[in-house]
Every structure is written in C-alpha cells, then in structure tokens.
C-alpha cells in the first residue's frame, strides 16, 4: 500500500474516535520479545499507534505505526491467559495476530466494539440499512440526489 507519511501524521494529530494506553505485541516480533506499552488512537478505519516514555509520555509527533483496519478480524482473547487482552488478524494473513493487552475487561470489550465497527464495509453497510428502511419509509431513494452508487 502506498501512502504520504508526512500527510498520514498529520491526520493521525486530529480529534480520535478513541484513544488510550494498551501494551501491544507485534506478530513480528520475536519470542523473547514481550509487549510494549503504546498509546493507540482511532481515527475512521485506521489505528495509530505512538511510543510511550519511561515516565509515561507520549510522542505524539510520529506515529511508530498504523494498522488499517479493513479486511480484518478483532477478537477477544479470553482464552490466552493473557488477561484483559483481544487480537487483531487480518484476512491476508491469518496465523499473524496482533495482540493487544488493557487494564482492565472494560476497557478490552471498549476498544473490540469500536474496532469492529470501524471499517468502511461496515459503515458502508449500515449507510444501506438506513437507506433501505428511508426507502421503505418514504418510497424514494435518499442517496440519489448525492450521486452515491449502489453497487
């Protein structure tokens, strides 16, 4: 996937969906390598995430990553004796989880909920829901005066 680094920090810097604090371990990352303490943020289908300090800042200029989250599954990890923890795989690559650690079991079914609302097939299903039933409502197509295809 190609994208403009510098214009995908600058969207990252906006107001997030959700945001917070959760140790997070990479798929690549290597056995003895744990997880490492990172704040996420959200912001429409694609999840920021930044270094965290050993006093607990952050470094929100750069993002060290971002994860798209399309084509993907978000589950909760409740077998994993990792505590408070779900996963993140994406349908390219199943046997690759990200998994991601909370504080607590609030704050897990928090962020599994906005994440697996987020995408944009997602959204753009619930856009056909709501059209359907305006349809069935008024007998006229809402989304025909905004050249929106529905395909």
């Given at each position: 996937m190609?994208f403009n ?6 969207y990252?810097s906006?107001?997030?969906i959700k945001?917070?604090?959760i140790?997070?371990k990479?798929p690549n990352?290597g ?7 990172r704040w996420?943020?959200l912001r429409g ?6 270094r965290?300090n050993e ?16 084509l ?6 409740d ?11 994406f ?5 690759k989880k990200h ?14 909920d906005?994440l ?6 997602n959204q753009?299903n619930?856009?056909?829901?709501l059209?359907?039933q ?10 025909t005066s905004?050249s929106?295809q529905?395909?």
């Amino acid at each position: 996937m190609r994208f403009n680094e510098k214009e995908l920090c600058l969207y990252s810097s906006g107001p997030a969906i959700k945001e917070g604090r959760i140790h997070h371990k990479n798929p690549n990352a290597g056995f003895r390598e744990g997880f490492k303490e990172r704040w996420f943020k959200l912001r429409g289908n694609l999840l920021f995430y930044y270094r965290v300090n050993e006093f607990g800042g952050v470094h929100h200029k750069e993002p060290v990553g971002c994860l798209v989250i399309e084509l993907c599954r978000v589950q909760r990890e409740d077998e994993s004796g990792l505590g408070f923890a779900f996963s993140i795989c994406f349908d390219s690559d199943l046997d690759k989880k990200h998994f991601l650690m909370c504080s607590n079991q609030r704050q897990c079914d928090e962020w599994v909920d906005v994440l697996s609302e987020c995408s944009y097939q997602n959204q753009k299903n619930k856009l056909m829901d709501l059209k359907n039933q305006i349809m069935d409502i008024t007998g006229t197509d809402p989304l025909t005066s905004y050249s929106y295809q529905t395909k």
